[in-house]
Each structure stands twice: as structure tokens, then as C-alpha cells.
């Protein structure tokens, strides 16, 4: 088996995982052990030919020392609590890098000391925030996007007097790393709502910016506590994740992994365990179309990428831009059964957007947040529609969409039952908007389309391949969505990443 062979081998294994066990409990109570099988998917995985295993054991020791903590302090989690069981790992991480690395840890003085120096661009970026001046946004962006808090580290780093490795580990330490749960702008908007003065809230977000990196784990419990996190004891949790994982940190800084990699790695790779696989996603999934939509796209992501590889297909940057375009086409594909494009819905979401800011001043700072991912995916899923309806004009062939020249299977849609009968689930005479309404749920939660565990389980096999290149955040321009309506191209930071 070809190191590609096995990377689609690992990301399929992990997708289908969660949709089996989502098939079987949708609708029922969650319980910790429901996550079991993607616990074991991953405790298959290795390293082959050139990959690190120490990049393998910070994704595998990490999905073991979450599970098995999280279960002993709980046997579920309320879906208000579930979105953030990822956001647990990388404050632990960090301390630890703070301890093995006392040069890093000075490094993040000066850089805390740099964010409180940056009143002004903090400032301007916060009331941008605070009044939509940038449209829906992403404010855990894994790339560089306007309004999103890595965009704002990424500037403040470039005028902070430090080591370029120890700038991209901070950088990626607030992007597919997640330190702490908290997007920039939120303490602001709270303040200056409260009545506040603009100075006086923008001097409590910068206390916070500096506390998050300063004391992660300390500022993750008090975010959360702040929050009303009941499902379990959280400061706990952090402590023992630190303590669990100090020798999985210790190896992977003997085999020479990067730094960036390291607080990369072990943070999304949890997520599916009690967040994707979780009781929002049960509840969610009761809906039979929102269901088999989940279940149609996973078909055609397994299906796409095994033709590929039949085709020969070698290089592992291709085989997660096949695995991401393969899920964009396939929900263009169905939203347009029901007649709407992603221009429209990118129309749609954007007013939604700037009307929700006048309804919500204090909305959370990520409630647009999938609402980006969702239009970022059917955009690029339109255009690889359109190139191939163009291609087969009026021809009685069937649609051909491509990426990267591997064919798409756009099949698995069509031979949906649930999906291709619409009519059974509203008033019959009438089901025209069926689809796009689970679509529109999907649009709130798009981690099984986009996929997460997918795009998770690559990326541990593309960083085990390049180990000392920094993995995140993608320093790549991502194409938005939202830039067809809210032009914002000159505040992005994509090709100044540090």
C-alpha cells in the first residue's frame, strides 16, 4: 500500500466513523462511549516510508488522553458545552512548550508585550468586528481572513521582534491550534454595550488577548466558566491533558517536529469526540434528508478519491484538494436540485448577516462563523459545476465535474432515495425548497461536509511528510465567498503570513 493508498484509506475510515455512528444514534441520548469507534479508526493509524511517527502519536495520544479523561469526569456533554471540547488542547500544549522551551516562553513575553503596544490595530480591528465592516467572517479562521483573530496575531507578529519559528508557532497556535475559545472582538462588544467608553473596552479585549497566551489554561477555564460550562470540570481536564501528553511534546521535539506543528496537530484531531459525534449532531440528524445529505456526500468523497487513486493520483497536497472539492461539488449539486446557486445563497447570507449585527450587537463572536465555511464550500463547488456544465452545453453527456483533472462521482446524490424524493417530507405538491432547508441547517454545521475529520486526518499525514514546515495556517488564498459582495481582498493577510 502506497503511503497515498493509505492517507485516503485513514480519512475515509475516519469520516465514515462518525456518519455510522450518527446513522445508528441520531435521535437518541449521546453518551461518551458512542465515540468509540473513531477512537479506534484512529489507534490505526501509523506512519509509512518518509512520514514521523511522533506527528502520528500527537494525533493518536491525543485523541486517546482526550477520550479517556473526558470520560472520567463525564459520560456526556450538553450540546451548549460541545463546540468546545476542542478548544482544550493547545493552552496545555503551549505551557508545556513554555517549560521544555524557556526561549519560547520569552519569545511570548515580548509578544504579549507587543499586543499591548498594538492599542490602535486592536482597536480598529475590534469596532470593525463589533459593526460587520468586514461581512460574515470567520473568527477562528485556519486560514488568514479578514476579522478573524489570525489575521490580527499575524500583524501584530510582524512587528514583534522574534525568531521567524517561534512567530509561526504562535500563529498557528490561534488557528487549526486552537488556544483557548476566544475570537477577537467578543470582550468589546460585551463592554462597549454594557456602556462602556470605546478606550475602556478596547482596554479590556487587549487584557484578555494578553491572558489568553499568557496563562491558556487558566484563561480557557474562566472563558468557559464565564460561559456556563457545566458538562465537567474543565481546569481539570487541562491539567491532566498537560500531564498526559508532556512526553508525547518531548518526542516530537527530539524527532525535530516543528514547534508550529506541534501545537497544531493533537487540537482538531479531538473534535470528533463529543463535538461531530455529540448531541447536537443526533438531534440534528433526526431530520432524514439533513441525514442522508451527511450520507450521500461521504459517498461521494470515498468514491472520488478511490477512483482517484485507481487513476494513480501522487501527491498528498492533491488528495485533500480532491477530498475538499469532491464535498463543495456535491452540495452545489444539491442545492441546485432545488433551484438555487451559491450566488444566491452568498446574497442571501451576507444581507442575514449585516441585519443580524443590528438585531445582535453582542452576538458571539463565531455565530457567522460556519455560515463562512458553508459559502466558502458551495462557491467553490459552483465553480467546478459551472466549468463542467459549460464544457457539456447542450449535449445529452452526462455532467463531468473535475478537480485537479480526477473525475468527481457525483452519483451516490442521485441515487439518494431520500434525497431524490423530496416530496415525502412536506406537502407533496409543494417540495421544492426540502433540500435547501437541510442545507441550510448544514449551513450552521458543516464540519461533516467540509469534512473536519477528513481534513484533520490528511493534514497529520501531510505534516508527518514535511515535518518542519509549518502546517498551519494555510498561506493560501482561499478564494471567499463573501468577497463577491463584500470586497475585502486589501485587509487579507494570506501572503504576508509570517
Not at 460541545?82 to 517549560?99: A, C, K, N, R, S
Not at 525535530?256 to 479531538?270: E, F, Q, S
Not at 449535449?395 to 424524493?421: C, Q, T
Request: aromatic share 8%.
Amino acid at each position: 500500500m502506497s503511503v497515498y493508498n493509505k492517507m485516503i484509506h485513514e480519512a475515509i475510515e475516519a469520516q465514515k466513523a462518525d456518519v455510522n455512528v450518527i446513522i445508528k444514534k441520531r435521535g437518541t441520548k449521546f453518551k461518551l462511549a458512542d465515540v468509540k469507534p473513531y477512537v479506534d479508526v484512529a489507534n490505526k493509524m501509523k506512519a509509512q516510508g518518509d512520514q514521523s511517527q511522533a506527528v502520528f502519536d500527537l494525533h493518536i495520544d491525543s485523541i486517546n488522553a482526550h477520550f479517556e479523561i473526558l470520560s472520567s469526569l463525564t459520560d456526556t456533554v450538553r450540546p451548549e458545552d460541545d463546540p468546545f471540547v476542542e478548544h482544550y488542547q493547545t493552552g496545555p500544549i503551549l505551557e508545556i512548550l513554555y517549560d521544555e522551551k524557556p526561549d519560547f516562553r520569552k519569545a511570548m513575553d515580548k509578544f504579549i508585550e507587543a499586543i499591548g503596544k498594538s492599542e490602535a490595530l486592536i482597536g480598529k480591528e475590534v469596532i470593525r468586528r463589533y459593526g460587520g465592516f468586514y461581512g460574515p467572517t470567520c473568527v477562528v479562521d485556519f486560514a488568514l481572513v479578514p476579522g478573524s483573530t489570525t489575521n490580527l496575531v499575524n500583524r501584530i507578529l510582524k512587528n514583534t521582534n522574534i525568531k521567524d519559528d517561534y512567530k509561526r508557532t504562535i500563529l498557528a497556535s490561534k488557528s487549526w491550534g486552537m488556544n483557548t475559545s476566544y475570537g477577537i472582538g467578543d470582550v468589546f462588544a460585551h463592554a462597549i454595550e454594557s456602556g462602556k467608553t470605546a478606550a475602556d473596552a478596547v482596554k479590556e479585549e487587549i487584557k484578555t488577548l494578553k491572558f489568553i497566551y499568557d496563562q491558556p489554561i487558566e484563561a480557557q477555564t474562566k472563558l468557559m466558566e464565564d460561559m456556563g460550562h457545566t458538562s465537567f470540570d474543565v481546569k481539570k481536564y487541562q491539567e491532566q491533558y498537560k500531564e498526559r501528553m508532556k512526553s508525547t511534546i518531548k518526542a516530537a521535539i527530539d524527532d525535530g517536529v516543528l514547534d508550529a506543528n506541534i501545537v497544531t496537530v493533537p487540537a482538531y484531531c479531538v473534535g470528533d469526540i463529543a463535538h461531530h459525534i455529540s448531541q447536537s449532531t443526533f438531534n440534528m440528524c433526526k431530520d432524514d434528508v439533513t441525514m442522508s445529505i451527511i450520507e450521500a456526500e461521504t459517498a461521494v468523497l470515498e468514491n472520488t478519491l478511490n477512483n482517484a487513486l485507481k487513476q494513480g493520483i501522487d501527491n498528498e497536497y492533491k488528495i485533500l484538494t480532491l477530498a475538499t472539492a469532491s464535498t463543495a461539488a456535491g452540495a452545489e449539486y444539491i442545492l441546485e436540485k432545488d433551484g438555487f446557486t451559491a450566488p444566491m445563497v452568498v446574497d442571501l447570507l451576507t444581507k442575514r448577516f449585516h441585519n443580524y449585527v443590528q438585531l445582535y450587537p453582542t452576538r458571539g463572536a463565531a455565530a457567522e462563523l460556519h455560515n463562512h465555511d458553508f459559502m466558502d464550500m458551495i462557491w467553490r463547488g459552483w465553480h467546478i459545476l459551472e466549468k463542467a456544465a459549460k464544457a457539456k452545453n447542450g449535449s445529452d453527456s452526462a455532467l463531468a465535474p473535475k478537480s485537479g483533472g480526477y473525475p468527481i462521482d457525483l452519483g451516490p446524490i442521485d441515487k439518494n432515495e431520500v434525497i431524490m424524493n423530496p416530496q415525502r417530507y412536506t406537502y407533496p405538491g409543494c417540495a421544492i425548497t426540502v433540500r435547501f432547508s437541510s442545507l441550510m441547517r448544514l449551513a450552521d454545521y458543516p464540519c461533516l461536509l467540509t469534512s473536519e475529520p477528513v481534513t484533520a486526518t490528511l493534514m497529520t499525514n501531510i505534516i508527518a511528510l514535511h515535518k518542519d514546515e509549518p502546517g498551519a495556517p494555510a498561506r493560501v488564498c482561499k478564494n471567499c465567498a463573501i468577497t463577491s459582495i463584500d470586497k475585502r481582498h486589501q485587509y487579507c493577510q494570506w501572503a504576508e503570513a509570517v
